[in-house]
């Protein structure tokens, strides 16, 4: 097998055999040529290149031209197990909006976000009093493509309002391999560089695929705010 | 069935006139029924052992079944000899490619220009007004007739494209793939307009002597050219039309008349003058029209997902053309997103070119290449 992103790794892991999978920005669907070999998973993408759509018809994978922003609308409500979002929901132009989308059309969402709260990125901008060019976030303020950052604080935030549970979460940082984390974690918010999140809504009882079968013996975080709520699509 | 290779071509090909006994007449939508069915077709490649590859490409308005050949009423190459052919997307080689006329044409194919078996003399406005349906259904019996069983793929651009989608409706169970190019689920109110303004040409040429102008001896040339030109004008874009004429005059300084000063104004003439020499003006009405009656979703409660809700084990390709106005991108997107809808596997491509409707019969790098990656993918997973 290829070397691959950390991330795929731990996506690969998540994934159930044979679900149905939806990868947003799919690029040459290496992704989702590796879901379909290890995972036997029914995949489909989303792409915005030509270069990347041509890549994926070529592998014999089913890829939509689209942009996560705009075009999700293609795709029924509850048509996959899983909605992946690796690394680019800072960039979208609207986050909230595509975040609650990938849970109308899946089960759950495997959304990865960079932490602005990383302690790189806090002294960066501390000692320099600049925009923190690191590893993880390597423009320029003027070309990034990065519109929408945010920290694990911001993004656990986000998830409750949207009334999504976090089912599990690991650390990526730099080719080392995934450390299931607690995000509300104090410490976490400092030192995860970059956080993968499975989600799915709260109100749904998902007695398959529970967390703890995902991640061992490693204890996850509760839900927060024990009334039942309102189920938002 | 006069079939055989023909001297003098790179790629084996073969085909002929496919001729329904009396027993097996068309059954058409509109209730009538077409006795003495005949089928005009090509084929390029052999079909294999196991007869899992077999492709059908489906023409376009004014298309024929000379898709990769020698057209022998123009002596001019195929209309699609960059997608067929050795080393292209569709290779002879390894598929075995099928393009027949559609019924209600002119090259072969039963259609006004026909004689009726009642009268033994061209049908003329008689002839059964046809749809996209009836074509497919031609094809399904030439498909069968040829012992084919199931196509790897059914691929058309325009109204090729709404024959795939057809096709993918009305017999799933026979399709492998299927691939739609620069095609609509549906007519709109502006597709059907400029088609009425070509009928309106035909129709107020005194040689269209009401539909029966072969048994005048004349043919309402003058009408079907201005047709083809106000169509013509739909198959290019804007961008493409002024990079190729812009304001260029055709000789030094203005006529101050009515002849072709302008350049655009010499080529559509071109193209209307030399379209007569090889379309007849009845089947440009009955296409035209049939054309027009295409909703897919209409037999569906107005649901086009109902339309392929019985085809989930078909892998669809859709593409689109970014300039293309006549059937635009969004009008792929809508086939895209019922497809979606009805679960089937679709995957979609919008081709980057400022060359408009007609793009799909030039060389597009992206467009070769995402055929070719279709294809090979498609072959693959069928075991080819």
Redesign the interface.
């Known amino acids: 097998m290829s070397i691959f992103r950390e991330d795929f790794a731990e996506i690969l892991r998540l994934v159930r055999p044979g679900a149905r999978v939806l990868d947003v920005g799919c690029e040459d669907g290496e992704l989702l040529d590796l879901l379909t070999r290890e995972k036997r998973v029914d995949g ?1 993408g989303l792409e915005i290149s ?1 270069a990347g ?14 942009d996560g922003d705009r ?1 999700l ?4 409500t509850r ?1 996959f197990d899983y909605a992946i979002l690796s690394k680019t929901l800072q960039q979208m132009r609207e986050p909230r909006h595509v975040l609650s989308e990938l849970l109308r059309i899946a089960d759950q969402a495997i959304v990865s976000v960079p932490n602005f709260g990383h302690w790189r990125m806090r002294m960066s901008l501390m000692a320099r009093g600049r925009m923190p060019e690191t590893r993880a976030l390597p423009d320029p303020w003027w070309s990034t493509p990065n519109i929408h950052l945010c920290t694990l604080r911001d993004f656990t935030d986000l998830c409750r309002e949207l009334d999504l549970r976090v089912d599990a979460c690991a650390a990526l940082s730099g080719g080392k391999p995934a450390r299931p984390i607690d995000p509300n974690g104090p410490l976490e918010n400092w030192r995860s560089e970059t956080a993968l999140f499975l989600l799915s809504r709260r109100a749904e009882d998902r007695p398959e695929a529970t967390p703890q079968n995902l991640f061992g013996e490693v204890e996850l975080p509760k839900p927060e705010g024990a009334a039942p709520r309102r189920r938002r699509r | 069935m006069d079939a055989g290779a023909e001297p003098g071509q790179e790629i084996e090909s073969g085909g002929g006139t496919w001729r329904f006994p009396a027993n097996r007449p068309l059954r058409l939508d509109s209730g009538a029924t077409l006795p003495n069915l005949e089928v005009a077709y090509k084929t390029y490649g052999r079909l294999n052992e196991t007869r899992t590859n077999a492709v059908l490409v489906c023409h376009a308005l004014t298309g024929d079944q000379h898709a990769a050949s020698v057209n022998p009423a123009t002596g001019r190459p195929g209309w699609w000899d960059n997608v067929i052919g050795a080393g292209l997307p569709l290779d002879p080689e390894r598929y075995f490619i099928i393009a027949t006329n559609v019924i209600g044409g002119c090259m072969g194919s039963t259609g006004p220009a026909s004689a009726d078996p009642k009268t033994g003399r061209a049908y003329g406005l008689s002839f059964p007004v046809i749809t996209i349906a009836d074509m497919v259904r031609a094809q399904a019996m030439l498909i069968e007739a040829l012992g084919i069983e199931t196509l790897l793929a059914v691929v058309g651009g325009s109204m090729g494209g709404m024959q795939v989608l057809q096709w993918a409706a009305d017999f799933p169970e026979k399709l492998f793939s299927a691939v739609c190019i620069a095609a609509a689920p549906r007519h709109s109110a502006q597709n059907i307009a400029f088609h009425e303004v070509g009928r309106q040409a035909i129709m107020a040429d005194p040689d269209w002597r009401g539909g029966a102008y072969e048994a005048a001896g004349v043919r309402p040339e003058k009408g079907l050219a201005v047709a083809r030109m106000a169509a013509h004008i739909t198959y290019l874009s804007e961008p493409a039309l002024q990079r190729k004429f812009g304001r260029e005059l055709q000789r030094d300084g203005l006529s101050w008349g009515f002849d072709a000063d302008f350049q655009v104004e010499s080529y559509l003439r071109h193209q209307g003058t030399s379209f007569v020499d090889r379309f007849d003006a009845n089947s440009y009405l009955y296409i035209t029209r049939a054309l027009d009656y295409f909703d897919l979703a209409a037999k569906h409660g107005g649901v086009l997902a109902e339309a392929f809700r019985k085809a989930r084990g078909v ?1 669809f ?1 859709v593409l689109s053309f970014s300039s293309d106005w006549l059937y635009p991108t969004a009008e792929s ?1 809508d086939i ?2 019922a497809l ?2 009805a ?1 089937c ?8 070119t400022d060359k408009g409707h007609d793009a799909f019969f030039l060389d597009e790098p ?1 467009l070769d ?2 055929l ?3 294809f ?3 072959a ?2 069928r075991g080819l």
Do not use: M, W, Y
């Open positions: 489909q030509p759509v041509s890549a994926c018809l070529a592998k014999g994978l089913a890829v939509v031209q689209g075009d609308d293609h795709f029924p048509a | 892998r390709c997107r895209v997103r979606n809808a679960g596997r679709a995957s979609f491509a919008e081709i980057e992206q290449r995402t070719r990656g279709f090979a993918s498609t693959q997973a």
